[in-house]
């Protein structure tokens, strides 16, 4: 976004007023929350191709050790005849996969709250300098007063759209390794009851 000629950072700074503070940590949070995800939710560390690959070919398991669709193996084979269970820990790790990113939403709908704040009071500070002696302004001052006063607005803007874009990307992300992560879940489960000694009962038909 271009800045209006001649207004230099420090002053739209000084146009938010004390607003600069919270949107300073919404712009914080958003690039932390961002970045921290965006490389928390890399294919490697979640679904790592080799052990999706032994999934589906119905191959031993290998690799990955450390990601989210190990841990959720390392479970299932501890809980070979629980399938509700299984599931049950495969959302809880969906669930952390989100961590930080409803905040986002929040940043996206507090900036510009934030901002028309800011801008608001700005034109307050603006029109209560105005001449009691011929009720009109200064002009060069009033326009750069109004100037400085929409810059509160125009930085909550640049807050929000960031976190709107951000935070849709990375729910995307997480529903896509969603469905992925049912899906191999369908052929752990079908190992599992292949593998299910004769005679013995499914636990879900149990219940």
């Keep these: 976004m271009l800045l209006p000629t001649g207004l230099a950072v420090i002053e739209i700074i000084y146009g938010a007023g004390l607003l600069i503070y919270p949107l300073g940590i919404c712009s914080v949070a958003m690039v932390f929350i961002i970045c921290e995800r965006t490389y928390a939710l890399r294919t490697n560390v979640v679904m790592p191709q080799d052990l999706v690959d032994a999934i589906v070919q119905n191959k031993p398991y290998s690799g990955g050790k450390h990601s989210v669709l190990a841990r959720i193996l390392d479970f299932a084979e501890e809980h070979k005849h629980d399938e509700d269970a299984v599931k049950a820990f495969a959302r809880l790790e969906i669930n952390r996969m989100e961590r930080g990113i409803p905040y986002l939403d929040v940043i996206y709908a507090t900036g510009p709250l ?94």
């Design 114 to 207: 934030l901002g028309l704040t800011g801008t608001v009071t700005g034109l307050l500070r603006v029109f209560s300098q105005i001449s009691p002696d011929t009720g009109l302004p200064d002009p060069v001052a009033f326009t750069k007063g109004v100037a400085l006063a929409l810059s509160a607005t125009v930085i909550g803007l640049s807050i929000a759209i960031p976190a709107l874009v951000g935070g849709g990307y990375l729910q995307r992300k997480v529903e896509n390794y969603a469905v992925r992560i049912d899906s191999l879940l369908e052929r752990i489960n079908s190992r599992h009851k292949t593998s299910r000694p004769a005679g013995e009962p499914a636990v879900a038909a149990i219940r």
